[in-house]
């Protein structure tokens, strides 16, 4: 079937000439080569309604016409057009705007077409990608400016110098100004989020809908709490001031601390530098950033803080490893804010004490979800399945650890094995897979290790026996039998185990949920909400989801950080914003004649009116509060005479 036969009624939004408008781009774009026939040879368009039905109306007018056009252009106008947009950057701003959406538009319609009508995706897809100049190897973002090739050739003290001099110039700007850059941030982000997933889908094998909903939506929506709250936030705060100041204002300004250190881990490699970098300027800080040597995102994150327009050394990025980080505190930054191993915040808080240099350290967890009888079972086991696997189960808040009312652990695992027995697993291209693979190789050799351990004591494994103990693409490992003595119970795993073990009653769930060197986060799951808070308030954790899973973290508002070996300090929401400040108290007064009663000279008649009027101010009660008053004012009235006068 010839799809030209067919253009007079296969859309209702098109033409036939707009259609084979389509055709003639589809063959600029998609030429064909031996192995993938030219995009007219096939009959995907027969399906473009399924992509012009979502279209906003306004676009979908401006296609029609550029289409129309492109049914009498020839192809080598179209040709030309197509290569102008990818020098889109040389333009001034609005035409280069126009072409950017043009090349990402135009390409991205055909790409759509032509890829989702492909039999063998996972076989062509990159190969797809290569042919229309999105090379799947080659990052879209190439460094430039502020980048790695310049800070491999500026020394530790000079990137410091050139972040603390970055600092007087941020600490400048007023918050609205610093917010613009955010909301320039969160447009530029939200544009180009289909390259960026492509970017970080690269470096860490995750599956596309993973990198969209963990990085692209948390990012955007830490932005989005950023615009909200910072002003508020970070606004001088009036504070109470007690009577004995009476006539005196207390105040806390929140002010920059100067240079941040930020370093990162290879998990969310994405979110953990935009996250962490914005709040740290929103609240009037330079920061040099640190990548995991493993996911580095190269000239990504200093070239979208170039696009948006922050002056060069705002945000410095230094690639390298631990070595380099262990350079850089020896700067002394003014903070340093860790993402990573316990093993790794213990040597950096070590570094950081001989200098005194204020660390937060969000470190791993072991985290446990307890599931009560009287949950409702299917719920229960979708959000433990999606919890444990959730980035191939490399999160620091990843269900580690399921503890199951004994009277209903046979219902839960039947669910969890028929869930997971119809999970899709893949580093695709079309958000069609539940969780692609492991990013490091020394991970894998961890969870093969675990594994080993807990089946060698005699646990048993219910999913994932296709596993060679070898293959990235780690498949889900539900557990059975497990105990407490074996490393999966209470070692980080970081990968995508679901060990299940039961439990008779709450207080028994609590102290074992508690018996761990780690306190990140857990979750509860029951009909009983009195219960779930109690067990909330008895966890040794920073976070806890209640009937959800990994929930905390989705709400920008609220501060996270974990207890124990989980780490030091809190970021998100106002805590958050707070800790990457200096937090400044003022107390005010007029300036008068006035001496206050607590300065010089004491005497010993002074000493026993201060003596009532303190008994006064701290006994409680009417007649006390009279003799605070009074004797307070017998005291005033002494203070503000000179020694010489005292007699
Ligand atoms: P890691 O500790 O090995 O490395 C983290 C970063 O520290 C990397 O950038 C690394 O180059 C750097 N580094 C290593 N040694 C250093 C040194 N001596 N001085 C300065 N920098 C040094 O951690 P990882 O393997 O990349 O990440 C996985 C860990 O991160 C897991 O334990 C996970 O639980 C944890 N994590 C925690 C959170 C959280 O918010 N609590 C979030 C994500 C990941």
New binding site residues.
């Given amino acids: 079937m010839k799809p030209e036969l067919l253009l007079d009624t296969c859309s209702k939004h098109f033409n036939a000439g707009q259609l084979k408008g389509v055709l003639k781009l589809g063959d600029v774009v998609i030429p064909g080569d031996k192995h993938l026939p030219k995009f007219s040879e096939t009959e995907f368009i027969l399906d473009i309604d399924r992509m012009l039905d979502y279209m906003e109306e306004e676009d979908l007018e401006g296609l029609k016409i550029l289409m129309s056009l492109f049914h009498y252009a020839p192809k080598r106008l179209i040709s030309f057009i197509l290569k102008l947009s990818e020098y889109h950057s040389s333009f001034p701003s609005f035409i280069a705007t126009l072409l950017r959406m043009l090349k990402l538009g135009l390409k991205g319609i055909i790409f759509t077409l032509y890829y989702s009508g492909l039999e063998d995706q996972e076989k062509y897809g990159k190969q797809i990608l290569n042919t229309i100049g999105w090379d799947a190897q080659t990052p879209s973002y190439q460094p430039k400016g502020n980048t790695m090739t310049e800070n491999v050739k500026l020394t530790p003290s000079q990137i410091s110098k050139f972040s603390k001099d970055a600092s007087k110039q941020i600490r400048e700007l007023t918050i609205e100004q610093r917010l613009k850059y955010v909301t320039a941030l969160k447009k530029l982000i939200l544009r180009e989020k289909e390259i960026i997933i492509e970017r970080i889908q690269d470096d860490t094998k995750k599956s596309k809908s993973d990198a969209l909903v963990s990085e692209i939506f948390g990012v955007l929506d830490h932005l989005s709490f950023l615009e909200k709250e910072t002003k508020k936030a970070l606004a001088d705060e009036k504070i109470k001031t007690p009577i004995a100041l009476l006539g005196k204002k207390s105040r806390i300004y929140y002010e920059p601390l100067g240079t941040i250190l930020i ?6 490699p994405f979110y ?1 530098a935009i996250v962490p970098i914005m709040a740290a300027f929103v609240s009037g800080n330079a920061s040099i950033y ?4 493993f996911t580095p995102l190269t000239g990504l994150v200093e070239d979208l803080m170039k696009r948006i327009g922050m002056n060069q050394h705002w945000v410095q990025v230094v690639y390298g ?2 070595q380099i ?2 350079q850089l ?1 020896d700067q002394r930054p003014d903070k340093i804010f860790f ?3 316990v ?2 915040g213990k ?2 808080m070590q570094q950081a004490a001989s200098q005194l240099i204020p660390v937060e350290l ?4 072991k985290d446990p979800s307890i599931v009560f009888a009287d949950a409702n079972i299917k719920r229960a086991a979708s959000g433990v399945v999606w919890g444990a696997l959730t980035n191939c189960g490399q999160s ?1 808040t990843s269900v580690e650890r399921v503890y199951v009312q004994d009277t209903c652990v046979d219902e839960f695992t039947a669910e969890v094995k028929s869930i997971v027995d119809e999970i899709k697993q893949s580093r695709d291209y079309d958000g069609d897979s539940d969780f692609g693979g492991m990013t490091t190789s020394n991970q894998v050799a961890i969870v093969k290790n675990h594994l080993d351990d807990a089946i060698s004591k005699g646990a048993t494994l219910l999913c994932g026996h296709q596993w060679d103990g070898k293959n990235e693409m780690i498949p889900a490992l539900v557990l059975t039998n497990v105990t407490e003595e074996m490393l999966i119970a209470h070692e ?1 795993t ?1 990968g995508p185990i679901i060990p299940i073990m039961g439990f008779n009653d709450e207080n028994e769930v609590i102290s074992r949920a508690n018996n761990s060197p780690y306190g ?1 986060s857990a979750s509860v799951w029951s009909h009983d909400l009195k219960r779930c808070d109690r067990v909330a308030r008895a966890l040794e954790v920073g976070n806890v989801s209640i009937n959800n899973v990994m929930l905390t973290e989705g709400n920008h508002y609220l501060p996270f950080g ?1 207890q124990k070996n ?2 030091i300090g809190r970021y998100k929401g106002v805590h958050g914003l707070r800790s990457f400040c200096n937090m400044k108290s003022i107390l005010i007064d007029s300036d008068s004649k006035k001496i206050e009663a607590n300065w010089f000279p004491y005497s010993k008649k002074k000493y026993q009116l201060f003596s009532k009027m303190t008994d006064g101010a701290f006994s409680g009660g009417l007649i006390n509060f009279l003799k605070f008053a009074i004797f307070g004012t017998l005291t005033e009235g002494l203070s503000q005479k000179r020694r010489s006068q005292l007699k």
């Avoid at 370093?263 to 969310?268: F, G, L, T």
């Avoid at 640190?290 to 040597?293: I, V, Y």
Wanted: proline content about 6%; charged content about 20%; some cysteine.
């Fill in positions: 370093i990162s881990p290879w998990n969310y953990q640190k990548p995991s040597e490893d631990g980080g262990s505190i993402t990573g191993s093993a790794t040597k950096i969000e470190l791993g967890g620091c980080e970081f990140l974990g989980s780490g």
